[in-house]
């Protein structure tokens, strides 16, 4: 999904879709981990059933180009579902806090020590 989704989706709903990527810039990275997760599952079924090279193939030219807005919704709308399903989630940035060996030797998450 290269470019933001730019070459999978006619021009207007990519306009759409990076108004709403702006509005959720506290959360952009992760938002657009979900949209892609949501365009994976809207042909899970179909992406299942190919092999390798068909599924390349697919993918490289994912079948939106005749969607139109209420498609575009659907994605989004999914796309937020499974983010605030997954809200409560360690973050990446967490989790590499977490298992930094610093933290695991001092006792605490930021690197410091522990003070009791």
Known sequence: FNCLLVRE?????VLRLWDTYMAEAHNFESFLV?????????????????????????LQHVPTHSWDEAELEVLLSTA??????????????DYERRRSPIS?????????????
């Open 9 to 13: 989706l006619p021009f207007g709903l």
């Open 34 to 58: 979900f949209v892609c997760v949501s365009l994976l599952l809207r042909w899970k079924e179909q992406l299942r059933s190919l092999d390798q090279q068909e599924l390349i193939v697919f």
């Open 80 to 93: 937020f579902m499974w983010q605030s399903v997954f809200a409560d989630t360690i973050s990446h940035d």
């Open 104 to 116: 695991s030797l001092t006792g605490s998450q930021n690197g410091g020590s522990y003070i009791a």
